[in-house]
């Protein structure tokens, strides 16, 4: 993909970017808790993962209570289809037991920070699981922010070919990670797309939809 290509595309599917986003942030004002602990859970979910798929398997544990209530071997068994399931079931029932409570609110939690790189970092400090690219998928997802970049390999290999990276990096540390969302960001401004909606093109060119 090339600059052109990229700018013909995002012009396509414009409409349908607007429209998810919206859908994103309508979860951040008006969303249940529930909701927002689901999209925790798809994001415990994701890595080494499809994206889809991994939907799915919380649509189907929502679906028989397990969220809240199934032990980690029974998610475990519930969630084959999702990579490392043995460790993410214990990644869900962790963050379960700390956030699914009636005296406490992720949102309201997160109300408190202004910076979202702030937020970002306490969700990795605080939630087994969730690196930077998970953590950013996460705040993405429930309408908090479109201001950070989700690094993943579709996003860095499509970033590679507009030349805003020399190459994809074999292994992302924390400096690398924060590295490359700052030349995302500086391009999404060259190119006059902003970033929420560049990781979404991107997704796109990869995928052939647009999800989350």
């Not at 990644?91 to 309201?108: C, G, H, P, T």
């Amino acid at each position: 993909m090339d600059e052109k290509k990229l700018k013909e595309r995002y012009s396509s599917i414009e409409g349908e970017i607007h429209s998810r986003i919206d859908d994103f942030k309508s979860l951040w004002d008006e969303g249940e808790e529930d909701k927002i602990f689901d999209e925790l859970t798809f994001c415990l979910f994701t890595p080494q993962s499809k994206a889809k798929v991994c939907w799915d398997t919380v649509e189907k544990l929502r679906e028989n209570e397990m969220i809240e209530e199934g032990e980690k071997s029974e998610i475990a068994d519930e969630i084959k289809r999702v990579r490392f399931r043995h460790n993410k079931s214990e990644y869900l029932v962790e963050a379960r037991e700390k956030f699914l409570d009636d005296d406490f609110s992720l949102r309201e939690k997160l109300k408190e920070f202004d910076d979202p790189k702030e937020a970002r970092r306490w969700i990795v400090d605080n939630i087994k699981g969730l690196g930077l690219k998970e953590s950013s998928h996460f705040l993405r997802n429930i309408g908090y922010t479109q201001d950070l970049a989700i690094l993943d390999r579709h996003i860095l290999k499509n970033l590679e070919e507009l030349d805003v990276i020399e190459e994809v990096p074999k292994t992302l540390t924390k400096k690398r990670y924060l590295e490359i969302e700052e030349k995302m960001k500086r391009f999404s401004k060259e190119v006059e797309i902003p970033l929420g909606h560049l990781d979404l093109v991107l997704w796109h060119e990869e995928t052939g939809h647009i999800f989350k």
